[in-house]
């Protein structure tokens, strides 16, 4: 277990400012990075450190440095840390970027943690005064505590009609983590092969875990499918909801990865997180379902509409556990002892599932709202809503989007362009921005709308 290391540059997190706090601390790692502040190689402060010496949550530590990770500013390696990345940077790009900003955020876009309207405060403060009265253990169970992993498997249960044992849970402190134990316990277990096909688009958190876990990471097909028999070794899917399309795969497609797996003797992982899956339509056999537990691992959050990101969990086939088991440090690996102790009491209790329910209802309405102001659009634009999620993407060439990025940030509107998303091959993904509005006010929303339909009505 490594010692406390210090941090050498200036951190103030304001609880009264409008941006959320791991928000806040990106953004002055970053420009500390940029600056040259933070040099190359230079190992951060873990998780639990830096919320200590910050005073704030580790939660908002691990959210901050998985979106530094998303970024591409800081490194992970597995048993030592997480280390600033090697960066061209050009001495005056901040001054530049201070220069072009406009006077004032009016809409942000980019993606962001549910809103916080009705916000179950009182069951929320009286799970962690529980989790607080039972004294801190010396160790934590490396897979996760007993209560905790039977509530998860109970939810699961309850809410996707997935049978599963509490056995086969594993509680981890985020999905990039998630997902790098399960590929490196995948690794150990299969002599030959480690080839890894990630659906696009998607966030960045397998792609990196991946290459982190030293696997070839490529794209799957569109269909979802691996073309070759021999073309991967783990498929990496958002069966339940894609982000940012909010696509769902549909039963044909799910029987075929299923198939696959078996075929080929290949992993499936099923990634499903509450934000993403929120939406419309009847539920489809889980692909865990489908495969009987065999060949097939599930990772998603529960409780990321509460407090970003969430807590993550793995649902793993059984002769993958003591493999992560030994993976699991004593550092950055399992979540504290509190945290899943008050996670434990709101999952008993039905405070994230009523939640959830709360947030999918407003997506909906949301993405209603959007659809009908963006309806219709001019040609060349396409504009895709899927049936899940809150984000929606318009399609456009690039010189158009270009532009669009370029005029919307003079407006003080913020998005994010839609080869983020492509983290397996940027260069070849499709042209276009994506609109991220679930966490937005409804008067902020109105505004970036607002701005959007005026860009489009110029093409007009």
């Known amino acids: 277990m490594r010692g406390a290391d210090q941090l050498t540059v200036h951190i103030n997190l304001r609880r009264e400012r409008t941006e959320h706090l791991p928000q806040q601390l990106v953004t002055q790692l970053a420009r500390a990075i940029h600056r040259g502040q933070l040099a190359p190689a230079t190992r951060l ?51 530049r970027r201070a220069l072009a900003a406009p006077a004032r955020r009016v809409c942000d876009f980019t993606p962001g943690p549910a809103p ?34 039977e509530a998860i498997a109970a939810h699961l249960r309850r809410t996707r009609g997935i049978r599963v044992d509490a056995d086969e849970v594993v509680v981890a402190s985020g999905l990039r983590q998630a997902c790098w134990l399960l590929f490196e316990a995948i690794g150990q277990a299969q002599s030959v092969g480690r080839r890894i096909a990630v659906e696009q688009p998607a966030p960045a958190y397998p792609v990196l875990a991946g290459r982190q876990a030293g696997w070839t990471v490529g794209a799957l097909p569109e269909n979802a499918v691996p073309q070759q028999a021999d073309a991967a070794d783990v498929a990496v899917v958002f069966a339940e909801g894609n982000h940012p399309l909010g696509t769902v795969l549909t039963l044909d497609q799910r029987h075929a990865l299923v198939d696959w797996a078996f075929r080929t003797g290949g ?101 209603e709202q959007v659809r009908a102001a963006l309806d219709p659009v001019p040609h060349p634009v396409r504009v895709m809503i899927g049936p899940r999620g809150s984000t929606a993407t318009l399609l456009l060439p690039q010189h158009l989007a270009t532009a669009m990025v370029a005029q919307l940030a003079e407006l003080g509107v913020a998005v994010t362009p839609l080869a983020e998303f492509y983290r397996v091959d940027p260069a070849n993904s499709p042209a276009g921005i994506v609109l991220a509005f679930g966490h937005l006010p409804d008067e902020e929303l109105r505004c970036g709308i607002t701005a959007i339909q005026a860009f489009l009505a110029g093409l007009g």
């Open 116 to 149: 916080t309207r009705a916000f179950p405060l009182a069951a929320w403060r009286a799970a962690w005064r529980e989790a607080s009265y039972q004294p801190p253990l010396d160790q934590t169970a490396p897979l996760g505590m007993p209560t905790l992993r």
């Open 267 to 367: 992993y499936l992982v099923d990634i499903n997180t509450e934000q993403a899956s929120s939406g419309d339509g009847l539920p489809l056999p889980a692909l865990f379902s489908l495969a009987g537990g065999q060949r097939v691992a599930m990772a998603g959050t529960i409780g990321d509409s509460l407090a970003p990101p969430g807590l993550a969990y793995l649902v793993i086939p059984r002769e993958l556990t003591p493999r992560i088991a030994g993976l699991i440090g004593d550092d950055d690996g399992p979540v504290a002892r509190t945290t899943q102790a008050a996670y434990a009491r709101l999952l008993r209790d039905g405070v994230l599932v009523h939640r959830a329910t709360r947030i999918g209802r407003l997506f909906t309405e949301r993405r």
């Open 45 to 95: 402060p873990s998780t639990r450190d830096l919320a200590r010496l910050l005073g704030v949550s580790r939660g908002v530590v691990i959210s901050a440095y998985e979106l530094l990770l998303a970024k591409g500013l800081v490194e992970s390696r597995p048993g030592s840390g997480t280390y600033v990345r090697h960066l061209q940077i050009d001495p005056t790009r901040h001054r």
